[in-house]
């Protein structure tokens, strides 16, 4: 996402200065330097900038002093502090001075950089899934992981009324919107769809100007404005994608799955039958009773909006999975 925004830079370091200008320049920014805090608080003041990256000890002025300023004279810029010391009070610090997000100079990975300077921009970014309870599981998940930060982009449903009663419609929708992502749109949008027949039939079938990043596991399209990727697989959830019927609520536990409200609803769910082969003739069996070979045939709505958000937060580690997923393909993009 290539994104025209002033940013400052305040380092003393005169090496460091021009790194970050040189590396935020080339990616689509409008980029200012200070190589004090005095100076790049009167850059602050006489201009604004949308983000300014600085170094807690410098001449003059300090980091913290100059956080100070902007918080004390409502100077309407995001602050990210760079400190190869890290000493507790200085954190702590930091965070009394309003400043965003605190980095170590010895860490610091200027592509993660990026990805933070860009979270704190107005969200251009857009996670696009195929139902509406999708949108609300993601929406929890973010929550009860704990993630201190709002979601940095937008989460949305391409199809409102997709896989309420079990069904897979939002996976056409799906792909059908991000193949026609124009070259020239003004945010980025990446895909999310299940791991079922239709969810990957739709994924495969994306646009020819989509590219398989294997690295990612993941398509990213031409124009770098859209990206797109199945459901990871969860350890413990393997049979799940080996019957093709992965999706995001087969995330939680068993129990989890089985719970019902107070008035009896939950999810209801349908068995596939199993077919064997006898002399090349398929003969049906019973239906199975394994967990994977069933789909979801109602209850989506009251399971994400009822049940999901009493479950603890230990049923949630698996979605670390698809926001690490996601940032890594924001990530990817933003650095094309």
Not at 274 to 296: F, M, N, V, W, Y
């Amino acid at each position: 996402m290539k994104t025209l925004c002033k940013i400052l830079i305040v380092d003393d370091e005169l090496d460091i200065l021009n790194f970050y200008s040189s590396y935020f320049s080339k990616r689509g920014f409008l980029v200012k330097k200070a190589s004090n805090g005095k100076e790049g608080v009167e850059k602050l003041r006489q201009e604004r900038f949308e983000v300014a990256i600085v170094d807690i000890r410098m001449p003059e002025m300090s980091g913290i002093e100059l956080a100070q300023h902007v918080q004390v004279e409502g100077i309407d810029t995001r602050l990210i502090i760079l400190t190869g010391f890290g000493a507790p009070d200085e954190v702590t610090a930091t965070t009394k001075a309003g400043v965003h997000v605190v980095f170590y100079k010895d860490k610091v990975v200027p592509n993660e950089l990026l990805y933070e300077v860009n979270k704190l921009l107005p969200i251009k970014r857009y996670v696009f899934v195929e139902g509406k309870t999708d949108v609300a599981i993601l929406r929890t998940a973010w929550d009860k992981l704990n993630y201190k930060q709002p979601l940095p982009f937008i989460i949305k449903e391409i199809d409102p009324l997709a896989g309420l009663d079990g069904g897979a419609g939002g996976a056409k929708a799906l792909s059908d919107y991000l193949s026609s992502i124009p070259v020239d749109n003004s945010f980025v949008g990446i895909g999310m769809f299940d791991q079922d027949d239709e969810g990957i039939k739709r994924y495969n079938k994306l646009h020819a100007y989509f590219d398989d990043v294997a690295t990612l596991k993941a398509k990213v399209s031409k124009s770098d404005k859209a990206a797109a990727f199945l459901l990871p697989v969860p350890r413990g959830k393997e049979n799940y994608e080996k019957f093709r019927a992965l999706s995001i609520e087969f995330y939680f536990s068993e129990s989890a799955l089985l719970q019902r409200t107070s008035n009896g609803l939950g999810l209801n769910f349908r068995y596939h039958p199993e077919i064997t082969l006898l002399r090349g003739i398929e003969k049906l069996k019973q239906p199975s009773t394994a967990p994977e070979a069933r789909d979801i045939i109602s209850g989506k709505v009251v399971f994400a909006n009822e049940i999901v958000p009493k479950l603890s937060a230990t049923e949630f580690e698996p979605f670390r999975l698809v926001f690490e997923k996601i940032r890594d393909l924001f990530i990817y993009i933003e650095n094309s």
